[in-house]
């Protein structure tokens, strides 16, 4: 299967929208891997339920930060606020696909917002979502979606922050699995359309041997030209092990497979990085390995 197989190709990137400066910087590195891809963007805002019925009791109130009064929290002004909020989403849409001419769409929708944005994302290659929402302080965990989005195994994910962009050095951890050798093929493919000139591979293998046989694996499929392998020998994926050696590639973004980590520990992960994480999921069924690879010429 070459690299323009459609079982691998990023046709279609999800974008799950608010109000928040994560949520924006979400929109530019979606907008941003959809020019470069040629891929299209759909963008998506949820009416969040939670909200509606919580303004729809009569003991709720909002209080503004930084304000310490509060005032009536009404169900009619709580949906004109998300109405506002999603014709703001829609333009900031329109603002980063139309100069990139990307083909876009957009729609809303109500309900539990995590439970939406799976079930739309079941229907894209790859969902992108800020970490958090509205925080309020700098350091942030992850929000209940991105949360919910990295412990599912339907669509692959990109998370990030407001802060951080898709950059070079593009890193991908890799150790042979079917889900590893998409991730590597995606990251190929970005390294190479960015120009950017080099991919660092982190291979994990508990022994030598296989660290070789693995190296081998990913230099025969990724003979390209102007396209420069750096390789890095990683013994385990042991959290601290992991995250010291991503911090010290200074990577510019991560991607690796879904299957490399539990999802708590791939939450750890995403939480302690500094740098974009896409993680992906979703292999063919019949677990096509060897083929999956970007081969020379394509």
């Known amino acids: 299967m070459s690299e323009r197989s459609d079982e691998w190709a990023?046709?279609?990137?999800?974008?799950?929208?608010?109000?928040?400066?994560?949520?924006?910087?979400?929109?530019?590195?979606?907008?941003?891997?959809?020019?470069?891809?040629?891929?299209?963007?759909?963008?998506?805002?949820?009416e969040d339920v939670n909200l509606l019925r919580l303004a729809s009791s009569p003991v709720a109130r909002e209080v503004r930060y930084p304000f310490v009064s509060a005032g009536?929290?009404?169900?009619?002004?709580?949906?004109?606020?998300l109405r506002a909020?999603?014709?703001?989403?829609?333009?900031?849409?329109?603002?980063?696909?139309?100069?990139?001419?990307?083909?876009?769409?957009?729609?809303?929708?109500?309900?539990?917002?995590a439970g939406e944005v799976l079930a739309a994302a079941s229907e894209a290659d790859l969902l992108t979502l800020?970490?958090?929402?509205?925080?309020?302080?700098?350091?942030?965990?992850?929000?209940?979606?991105?949360?919910?989005?990295?412990?599912?195994d339907r669509c692959s994910v990109l998370l990030l922050r407001r802060d951080m962009r898709i950059a070079p050095p593009v890193v991908v951890v890799y150790d042979g699995s079917p889900t590893a050798r998409k991730a590597l093929a995606w990251a190929a493919r970005l390294a190479q359309r960015k120009k950017w000139g080099f991919?660092?591979?982190?291979?994990?293998?508990?022994a030598r041997d296989r660290a070789r046989q693995l190296q081998l694996q990913v230099a025969h499929g990724l003979r390209r030209p102007g396209l420069v392998l750096r390789y890095r020998w990683l013994r385990s994926t042991d959290?601290?092990?992991l995250?010291?050696?991503?911090?010290?590639?200074?990577?510019?973004?991560?991607?690796?497979?879904?299957?490399?980590?539990?999802?708590?520990?791939?939450?750890?992960?995403?939480?302690?990085?500094?740098?974009?994480?896409?993680?992906?999921r979703r292999v063919p069924p019949d677990g096509t390995q060897a083929s999956c690879l970007p081969t020379e010429g394509d």
């Open 10 to 46: 990023v046709q279609r990137i999800l974008v799950a929208l608010d109000a928040s400066y994560h949520s924006l910087a979400a929109l530019e590195a979606a907008a941003e891997l959809a020019a470069s891809l040629g891929a299209e963007l759909s963008g998506l805002f949820v």
């Open 72 to 81: 009536r929290m009404d169900r009619a002004g709580m949906e004109r606020g």
């Open 85 to 113: 909020q999603a014709v703001q989403a829609r333009r900031a849409l329109a603002a980063a696909c139309e100069p990139r001419r990307i083909k876009w769409s957009f729609r809303v929708t109500r309900g539990e917002v």
């Open 130 to 152: 800020g970490r958090a929402s509205r925080p309020l302080i700098r350091q942030v965990r992850l929000g209940s979606t991105a949360r919910a989005a990295t412990a599912q």
């Open 199 to 206: 991919l660092t591979v982190l291979v994990v293998a508990d």
């Open 239 to 241: 959290l601290p092990v």
């Open 243 to 280: 995250v010291h050696r991503i911090r010290a590639e200074r990577s510019g973004v991560l991607i690796l497979g879904g299957t490399l980590l539990p999802s708590d520990s791939l939450q750890v992960l995403v939480d302690r990085v500094d740098c974009p994480v896409l993680v992906v």
